[in-house]
């Protein structure tokens, strides 16, 4: 699939690695990241752009609430993705998918090493990618992704996720996605 990659999207991703490699390790003490997820599932190619940020409103009303300590974290996380895939009739097909919502990172097994959930609305441009209806443009999508921060700076992962209406439309197939992230803690 990564060999498939070709144009811009190869470029795009050539330039944000050796961005990421040269950035100072001294930069702002802040915990946003920036990045990139490829992969794919059921039959598409994925590509995605995501921001992720700290949420102080989210901890202090709900984490703190629950737990102490800093077991878990509370995110705000904004994606722009892009399926594509190729439908009955043969031709090539796309669509954009933009989710905003919260995420929660557990740090478990470490700070280093930890875990990001969530549950978020999306909105898709097209709801029809591939061979299969998603029955309506709005749709929810669940993941779960274990990460690594390989410097202070750079994080690896793989990320699973779900996305489906929910039932709101029929029918309701539901997509599932694999795919590794590349970030830019800054």
């Known amino acids: ?3 498939a990659m070709r144009g811009w999207k190869s470029r795009s991703l050539l330039v ?3 961005l990421l490699w040269q950035a100072p390790a001294s930069a702002s003490p802040n915990d946003s990241r920036v990045g990139v997820r490829i992969g794919g599932g059921e039959g598409l190619d994925y590509y995605s752009l995501f921001m992720l940020w700290p949420s102080d409103w989210l ?3 709900v ?3 629950w737990l102490d300590g800093d077991l ?3 995110y705000w996380d904004l994606s722009v993705e892009r399926w594509e895939g190729t439908g009955a009739d043969g ?3 796309a669509t954009e998918v933009y989710i905003f919502g919260p995420v929660a990172r557990i740090n478990w097994p470490s700070q280093r090493f930890h875990l990001l959930l969530g549950v978020q609305p999306s909105y898709m441009s097209h709801a029809h990618i591939d061979d299969d209806d998603m029955g309506g443009n709005v749709q929810f999508t669940s993941h779960a992704g274990l990460v690594f921060e390989v410097t202070p700076r750079l994080a690896v ?4 996720q779900h996305t489906s209406n929910s039932r709101l439309y029929r029918p309701n197939p539901g997509m599932n996605l694999a795919s590794v992230t590349l970030a830019y803690r800054f």
């Open 63 to 65: 984490v703190d609430r």
């Open 91 to 93: 031709r090539d097909n």
């Open 16 to 18: 944000l690695s050796a």
């Open 157 to 160: 992962g793989f990320r699973g």
């Open 72 to 74: 878990i974290r509370a």
């Open 1 to 3: 699939m990564l060999m």
């Open 59 to 61: 901890q202090s009303r």
